[in-house]
């Protein structure tokens, strides 16, 4: 009974830690959410918390009552603002400023203590791991550009500096408006050393296609971009196989 009594705890508090992503973009400021569910604050005195990275390096710390910036690593200094008036309903949440590439893939842990304000110091709420995010960091395609070339019935789509590595997929249909299967795709994505932001190139064959479109998505954004190409009547013809021609040909020559 006792042992079943231990793991269903260690259940509790294994599920206790609140995992979550926040997808955000360069330059932007970001709040990292986190609250305490357990127990009622009376008094910040009790309280006692700190954000740090995966390679432990602290963000923010707080301790009864006082923030404690000589803990926090220089990797965020002046970037971190806490909200001490939202504290003392559980909501122990960070804003990030400044955020930049830098920032990307960064697990953040959140521990948290809460002690009784009566007598002896005892904790409430016992020095653990509240929550666990995971940042994001995006820069968002601005553009993206879609060139036809007639005379090798190829399309290209293209756009630059973004991060992360887009996905790219492209709709090709024909006069009907069914889809045409794809050939010929080709796509490479260029990261830019310094910077980390990727340009990218996808080239697709044309043939028998009337309408052509690209889209790039960005998947931490979860935007995509859309570009589309009309051919128009004589593109289309060139595309037509040679007995076609022949039979506008014909039909040229009667009406003559
Ligand atoms: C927690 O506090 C932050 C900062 O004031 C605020 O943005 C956020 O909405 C708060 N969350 C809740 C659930 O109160
Ligand atoms: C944050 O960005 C602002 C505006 O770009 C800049 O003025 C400031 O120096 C930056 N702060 C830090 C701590 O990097
Ligand atoms: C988008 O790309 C096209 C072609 O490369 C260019 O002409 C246009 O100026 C670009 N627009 C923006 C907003 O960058
Ligand atoms: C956040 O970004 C990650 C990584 O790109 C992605 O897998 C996830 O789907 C994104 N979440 C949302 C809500 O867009
Ligand atoms: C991305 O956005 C679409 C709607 O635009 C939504 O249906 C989908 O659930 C979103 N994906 C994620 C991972 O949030």
Redesign the pocket.
Known sequence: MFIVLVAYFLLLVADATVVLDVNTTV?ESTVLPCFLKTPTLTDLKNLRFYWQDEGKCVLYSFNEGKEMPEHVNELY???ITAFQQDMIRGNISVKV??ITLKDNQKVFHVFAAVFDSEGIRRYILEHRKICQITLHVAVPYKNVSLTVNKETMTAVCTTQRGFPEPLVKWRLSDKSQHLVDLRDVHTTAVQDPKDQLYSFCSTIDIHGGRSVTCLIHNPTLNVTLIATHVLNKGEAERSLPGWAFGLVVAAAVLKA
């Open positions: 330059g200094r002046d970037r400023k400044n």
